[in-house]
């Protein structure tokens, strides 16, 4: 199911934003995406770490009908306090800052979020691993975005439309959650409510957090800020496709982290490490292909997705596809293993470093070279993060690189890489989006064809493992077997 998910977050924006993108054009949507970066900051306090936190206190207490009930109520609580407070200092900055008056229409619609996301309780139901659910809400929410955004997208002015269905693709379906929430905890309020309890590590988390957003969201608020709209929207498309690799990248972490909170409640400490190479392994052989491959053609990636009008967006695009890797590995270090075993300080201490270094560079290089600036300034602090981790993790036996066999996937790479480039010069039409459509799908079938050839043929044990997975899935299931499954 986070599969499938995942698949959605790739298809909503490969269709929505080449269509949204020429009628916007650069500075539509780089308005729309400076916005959203200034809005998550207010969305962030509101949520004060709890979308992680939550998920963790949620997946110990699972088992436990009347304590995950008061556990989910002290979080929704807590949440809509914040809540208020980030309004109030939203509507502050909205009232008093001249950059953002004229544009008011579109920062309220855009700051609906904070609400969404505060009273959404998403975090219990990837606790509880309601991964089904979570899928077929985030999908239908995400279909109907898409045909409003076709049917109602027509001009260049319609940026605040495009900033409101951009809400109500990624957040309007938490609604759902409220109703939906009976079949897991209780409706009325259970007293003798214990906050405090909560309070130590919500900080650390809401820390977490705070230093996330800052060096996730600080380059295009920078941006906005010392630069231009357009220099905005270049950067905007080169993070949006690597927004979607990485949602690929990060997606077996995600879903594993209950799971792996579990097993460290329950001492399993066997499968939990037998949990982090898996996700480790998948991270490394996805990652390193998809890093090499939108390197290599990132021209075509842009054209297609944004269009020629965005050819600004290629370097950087160049630039920030390494924290593919980056993301990936942090991603299993922090969350799947700090977090689980209760050093999560540590992940804060990673992403306060990695928040300075965006900061200062993004100061030195952002008046140079804008949007280049801002890739680099995110590249070097993705690094910081994962250094910090891995020295942090030294002295712990969970995670082993060197199980990893990375001379397959090098193999794998350095054979697929000339089997494609030569697509590069192909000219089948004249229009250049469409061409580099088809130059990207002869490409990736042959880039990638061969990458898992290699580590096919080579037996690398997690793509023999994936592989015979989907063949079992695929095969239809033996005719005796249909009608003795029919009469049971």
């Known amino acids: 199911m986070n599969a499938l998910l995942t698949m959605s977050q790739f298809i909503f924006p490969l269709i929505t934003f080449p269509y949204v993108s020429r009628v916007l054009q650069v500075a539509g949507t780089g308005k729309v995406s400076f916005a959203t970066s200034f809005v998550s900051y207010f969305s962030m306090f509101a949520q004060l770490g709890i979308p992680t936190y939550g998920i963790r206190a949620c997946a110990k207490v699972r088992d436990n009908k009347e304590e995950l009930t ?53 975090w219990l139901y990837k606790g509880l691993e309601q991964y089904s659910y979570i899928t077929i809400r985030s999908i239908l929410f995400k279909f109907i975005a898409l045909i409003l955004m076709l049917l109602l997208i027509r001009q260049k002015s319609d940026y605040v439309i495009y900033g409101a269905l951009s809400v109500f693709a990624s957040a309007a ?9 009976h079949r897991f905890i209780g409706m009325r309020p259970v007293g003798h409510y214990n906050f405090r309890r909560h309070m130590k590590a919500i900080g650390i988390f809401f820390a977490m957090s705070c230093a996330t957003t800052i060096y996730t969201q600080l380059d295009t608020v920078m941006l906005g800020f010392m630069a231009t709209d357009t220099d905005v929207g270049y950067y905007n498309a080169a993070v949006r496709i690597k927004t979607i690799l990485v949602s690929v990248v990060t997606s077996l972490g995600t879903v594993l982290l209950p799971r792996s909170s579990y097993y460290v409640q329950e001492g399993n400490y066997k ?68 977090v689980p075993i209760g050093k999560e300080i540590y992940v804060l201490y990673s992403e306060i470093a990695g928040a300075v270094t965006d900061l200062v560079l993004n100061a030195i290089l952002i008046p140079v070279i804008q949007s280049a600036g801002a890739a680099i300034g995110t590249l070097v602090a993705e690094f910081v993060v994962l250094l910090v981790q891995v020295i942090a993790l030294r002295k712990d036996h969970f995670m082993n690189f060197r199980e990893v066999r990375y001379w397959k996937m090098v ?11 030569w697509t590069k010069r192909l000219s089948i039409v004249s229009n250049q989006s469409i061409n580099s459509l088809i130059i990207l799908l002869i490409s990736a079938v042959l880039f990638l064809g061969v990458y898992f050839a290699v580590l096919t043929v080579t037996k690398e044990d997690l793509t023999l493992s994936m592989e015979k997975q989907l063949i079992e899935k695929l095969r239809p299931h033996h005719a005796g077997q249909f009608h003795q499954d029919k009469r049971a």
């Not at 949440?79 to 009232?95: D, E, H, K």
């Not at 350095?414 to 480039?421: F, R």
Request: glycine share 6%.
């Open 411 to 421: 193999l794998a790479l350095i054979l697929a890489v000339p089997t494609c480039l």
């Open 70 to 122: 008061r556990v989910t109520q002290e979080l929704l609580i807590i949440n809509l306090v914040t809540m208020v407070f980030a309004y109030i200092a939203f509507f502050g900055m909205l009232i008093f800052v001249p950059r953002l008056q004229s544009e008011k229409p579109l920062y309220i619609v855009v700051s609906v979020t904070i609400l969404l996301n505060a009273v959404g309780m998403e």
């Open 173 to 181: 379906s938490n609604i759902f959650n409220l109703f939906h929430a």
């Open 271 to 338: 499968e939990f490490k037998r949990l982090t190479a898996k996700a480790l392994n998948f991270v490394w052989i996805i990652s390193l292909p998809l890093t090499v491959y939108f390197m290599l053609f990132a021209k075509e990636g842009i054209y297609t997705l944004a269009g020629t009008g965005y050819t600004g967006s290629i370097v950087p695009m160049q630039l920030i596809m390494p924290t593919l890797v980056l993301i990936g590995i942090s991603s299993i270090t922090g969350i799947q293993i700090l």
